[in-house]
DNA sequence: TGAAAAAACTGATCTAGATCAGTTTTTTCA
DNA sequence: TGAAAAAACTGATCTAGATCAGTTTTTTCA
């Protein structure tokens, strides 16, 4: 039963994205003349679903989030750290369309990267492509493990991979400042503000967790890997 | 709004695998030496969650599906028709292993090719590892659509989705004779076998559907769509 | 071909988590 | 800096769908 150890909701993937390093000098510098710096504020559009792709975003500081849209209600599919790519699911579209939307949780800077570009460098470059294939392969089983775990686990074991989750790979500690609101984060495990509320005074009164404002520790990290399994 | 009628929680995407017809003849041969026909009969297993993948799967014909398994319940990632890959996610790992299980719906017939000669073949030609990206993409894409749906729509929302999948996708015609158990047919859909007897019932009895053993016939499938668009 | 097993079906009950309708605390900003 | 807005929180109620405990029908196979 190891292998299901790995399932958990977590939205961050820990791959590294190094594709750029296989370019050659010549697809270094035409990736460089078209591609754009944009800085976008915390909580600003990166990209619209639905609305023309023109470009392969590669984030290069902040933090944002991929989602799905809806009429009512969304889908949040990943988080992205500073270094990660979004947009890559245009790369097969005849039609260049974003196929999710993606929103900056901090002040972020992004490199915007000509899709054509990209798209010639991939049919180009063989080892570049193989290393798209690698984040594609990390990221459908990131989907998978998140998917899997928003249908079979209990809302309980899915706040706890998320409070995992920012405590291990996003924070890197143990206490970390959550600068997410109770709806973002009930966003982000797919269950409702109020619960969320609940669940995390739960945690707070079983001693797994300390909150004071914004501030969250996390002092029982066992049995919240437990929670997470289990729940 | 428009984008939205794309988002189903079918399993089965309309992509036709075109990868090997930009291998050069030494590497078609390289693929034809490194590969074993074998047949798998009804319900067999064709790969095994966590254990080793040296092979790359190729459907040629017959009916599977691909699917993560827990302890005591699963999730049905998506239906592979003739002319599918199995077990991509592979490539990227160290480890070789497989991250899903895969059973044969019906007797079927696969191609396992080396995974090895698979990955030197990718990095060494930038169209066939362009034209994988291209199925990696709709994958995600057709993973993303299931997992909004099934977080978000209710269940006769779900059941109307995999019924006008089945018989547009699959079979081809409004009238099909299900070689799936109502079991099957839950797992597919994500809910309890009980619920999808009563809802097939009451589709029948508003007369979206005939049913006659194992015959199905879709009579109304404009009303399908819409209870799979706003369900 | 007929007994046993499996699948299909039915009705009753239960429950996780959403929704609703507020109150209290914190943040924002003129 | 203090009024208004937003966020956090609380308790009560509701509901979609699961679970349970059967019965009936179909399939399997000795």
């Known amino acids: ?26 697809q270094q510098e035409l990736i460089n003349q078209n591609s ?14 639905g609305t023309l792709s023109p470009h392969i975003i590669y984030l290069k500081s902040g933090l944002a989030k991929i989602f799905m849209e809806g009429l009512n209600e969304s889908l949040i599919l990943k988080i992205i750290p500073p270094g990660n790519l979004i947009g890559l699911t245009s790369l097969r579209d005849g039609n260049n369309r974003f196929h ?5 949780y901090m002040d972020s800077e992004a490199t915007l990267i000509d899709i054509d570009v990209f798209r010639k460098i991939i049919n180009e470059n063989a080892k570049f492509a193989s290393s798209i294939i690698d984040i594609l392969c990390e990221n459908s089983l990131q989907t998978f493990g998140r998917f899997f775990c928003f249908t079979h686990k209990q809302l309980y074991g899915r706040l706890a991979d998320i409070l995992l ?52 520790r996390i002092t029982d990290a066992q049995l919240l890997k437990k929670i997470s399994e289990y729940g």
Do not use: W
């Open 100 to 104: 999710y939307s993606s929103m900056a």
């Open 165 to 216: 989750c920012l405590s291990e790979r996003i924070f890197k500690e143990d206490e970390f400042e959550l600068n997410l609101s109770r709806k973002e984060l009930a966003e982000l495990t797919g269950m409702s503000t109020e619960s969320v509320i609940r669940m995390l005074k739960k945690f707070k009164d079983d001693q797994i967790i300390q909150m004071e404002g914004k501030k969250i």
């Open 36 to 49: 754009t710096d944009v800085r976008f504020k915390k909580g600003e559009n990166i990209c619209k679903h």
């Open 1 to 26: 039963m190891k292998y299901l150890n790995a399932l958990n909701s977590c939205t961050v993937s820990n791959a590294k994205c190094i594709c750029f390093d296989f370019l050659t000098p010549e």
